[in-house]
């Protein structure tokens, strides 16, 4: 996948949501945070600029520098709350949901509402960290990659 430009943002490609929101994970991505592993993500608010949502596993988040957000809500690490159930923590809402073999997961109509995406949008999967990557949804990385002129494939 392309770096739209020189030390720019890696974009893994686009994933379409489905009527009945599903989101098909982008297979680099999926290969580069072993996404599957856990069989269950969490998802965490996007920035104010990109929205979307951003997408972890805990054997990638709990060892990190970040894993106090599990520590400080036990019902998100030991996956209590109700499926797509978001909890606030220091700015950002966090939530867990299932996550497919082939990397396919579910929105409800409530997460989407959440996070004010819903079905027929594209998500643009940015490599954000090693420890996370995101599903963007607005702003100018989107719009660039609306522009680019090579090929960005979509999932």
């Known amino acids: 996948m392309p770096q739209m430009n020189k030390g720019g943002k890696f974009i893994f490609g686009k994933s379409l949501i489905k009527e009945d929101g599903t989101i098909q ?3 680099q991505a999926i290969e580069e945070y072993s996404i599957t592993d856990d069989k269950k993500v969490y998802l965490f608010t ?16 709990q060892p990190s520098k970040l894993g ?6 036990p019902s998100l690490q030991d996956y209590v709350l109700g499926r797509g159930e978001f909890i606030k923590y220091k700015g950002r809402s966090y939530c867990w949901t ?11 109509q409530e ?7 819903e079905p027929g949008t594209q998500l643009l999967s940015i490599r954000s960290s090693d420890i996370a990557f995101t599903m963007g949804a607005k702003g ?3 719009e660039k990659a609306d522009n680019y002129e090579g090929d960005i494939p979509v999932f």
């Open 140 to 142: 100018p990385l989107l």
């Open 46 to 61: 996007g920035s104010k600029i990109t929205g979307g949502f951003c997408v972890t596993r805990k054997g990638l988040l």
């Open 111 to 117: 997460m989407m509402k959440f996070l004010k995406i």
């Open 98 to 108: 299932d996550i497919s073999k082939t990397g396919k997961i579910v929105l409800t």
């Open 25 to 27: 994970i982008p297979p």
């Open 68 to 73: 106090h957000i599990l520590t400080d809500n």
